[in-house]
């Protein structure tokens, strides 16, 4: 019944159809969702089952929770390493040079043109 890590797949959630048929109708509206709860409720483990038969990739940011400082490359690092092992998912990550979400748009600068990441995200919290 309990796991010491998240689970993966719907079948492996406790109690949480509602909470589960919630998100996953969220997520098919396309809107931007956010999933908020305290420390150790299973938002990690929702999430994944939620999402277990579409393209994802996880990131655990944790591990910048406690940096005061965090760069590009540091996040580039994670995003790698949370990647698919392979050349063509690196090679279509390569050629993304910016984002759109509901008019929105985020251009990523590349090289020196580069800001601090904690710069651009308070940009984008002002």
């Known amino acids: 019944m309990f796991r010491e890590g998240p689970v993966d797949r719907p079948e492996e959630l406790f109690d949480r159809e509602e ?10 509206s396309r809107r931007i969702v956010l999933l908020l709860g305290v420390r150790r409720v299973g938002k990690t483990s929702l999430a994944r089952a939620a ?7 996880y990131i ?14 540091d996040f580039y690092a994670a995003l790698r390493a949370a990647l698919p092992r ?3 998912a690196l090679d279509l990550l390569s050629r993304i040079s910016g984002i759109s979400v509901a008019g929105l748009e985020v251009e990523f600068a590349r090289g020196r043109r580069r800001p601090p990441l904690p710069e651009v995200l308070k940009a984008l919290d002002r």
């Open 51 to 57: 999402t277990y038969d579409m393209a994802r990739v």
């Open 86 to 88: 392979s050349k063509k």
């Open 19 to 28: 909470e589960f048929r919630d998100l996953r109708d969220a997520l098919n």
């Open 60 to 73: 655990d940011l944790r591990e910048f929770e406690w940096r005061h400082y965090v760069t590009w490359d």
